[in-house]
């Protein structure tokens, strides 16, 4: 089976992703897709989290094992497929990539194609350009502050804010993606 994963950012309006990837692959290979579709650097950490409809986390699915609670079941990207824990479409994902400021890409898996298989995932749109990687601290902290000014004096937010996570759910399901095809 193969999934089809949309990737939307809150900080950039017009970026978009499509990747799709065989079912039974990895999380880790699903995090490595978007990498390289985006230009990130591998080797920085990051978690996957599952949500509900309305984007709240629940589930992690971490790079590493940070050490958690033996009470708790631990989902390790490298050792989880897909399948494990997507099980329909509309299943929502978080991937946050900057654990400092905790700026991540939003994921819904659009839809399944059973009976056909995919060996490599591959990115079938690319609409925009990502946002940076990695941030600079100080920008970072005054758009906090100016973010706090701005709440206090009711006034809208500058829609550069990093992490800002009010976006519109409509960007899934965009004009501009016709239905692709898959080969076995």
Same mark, same amino acid.
């Given at each position: 089976?193969?999934?089809?994963?949309?990737?939307?950012?809150?900080?950039?309006?017009?970026?978009?992703?499509?990747?799709?990837?065989?079912?039974?692959?990895?999380?880790?290979?699903?995090?490595?897709?978007?990498?390289?579709?985006?230009?990130?650097?591998?080797?920085?950490?990051?978690?996957?989290?599952?949500?509900?409809?309305?984007?709240?986390?629940?589930?992690?699915?971490?790079?590493?094992?940070?050490?958690?609670?033996?009470?708790?079941?631990?989902?390790?990207?490298? *050792? %989880?497929?897909?399948? #494990?824990?997507?099980? !329909?479409?509309?299943?929502?994902?978080?991937?946050? +990539? $900057?654990?400092?400021?905790?700026?991540?890409?939003?994921?819904?898996?659009?839809?399944?194609?059973?009976?056909?298989?995919?060996?490599?995932?591959?990115?079938?749109?690319?609409?925009?350009?990502?946002?940076?990687?990695?941030?600079?601290?100080?920008?970072?902290?005054?758009?906090?502050?100016?973010?706090?000014?701005?709440?206090?004096?009711?006034?809208?937010?500058?829609?550069?804010?990093?992490? *800002? %996570?009010?976006?519109? #759910?409509?960007?899934? !399901?965009?004009?501009?993606?016709?239905?692709?095809? +898959? $080969?076995?």
């Amino acid at each position: 089976m193969i999934f089809n994963f949309r990737i939307v950012s809150d900080e950039v309006d017009n970026f978009k992703r499509e990747i799709q990837i065989d079912a039974d692959a990895t999380f880790l290979d699903l995090r490595n897709a978007i990498c390289d579709s985006v230009g990130y650097d591998k080797g920085q950490f990051s978690s996957f989290f599952l949500c509900d409809d309305g984007w709240e986390r629940s589930q992690e699915i971490s790079l590493e094992d940070m050490g958690s609670d033996s009470s708790e079941d631990v989902y390790l990207m490298e *050792d %989880t497929p897909l399948s #494990d824990l997507i099980e !329909d479409e509309g299943q929502r994902l978080v991937w946050v +990539f $900057d654990y400092m400021t905790d700026r991540s890409f939003f994921i819904e898996m659009k839809r399944s194609v059973p009976g056909k298989h995919l060996h490599d995932p591959l990115c079938s749109i690319s609409m925009g350009d990502a946002p940076a990687q990695f941030v600079n601290l100080d920008d970072f902290d005054a758009k906090i502050d100016a973010k706090a000014a701005a709440q206090a004096a009711a006034t809208d937010l500058d829609d550069e804010f990093y992490g *800002d %996570t009010d976006y519109n #759910d409509d960007e899934f !399901d965009a004009a501009g993606f016709d239905e692709m095809t +898959f $080969d076995e």
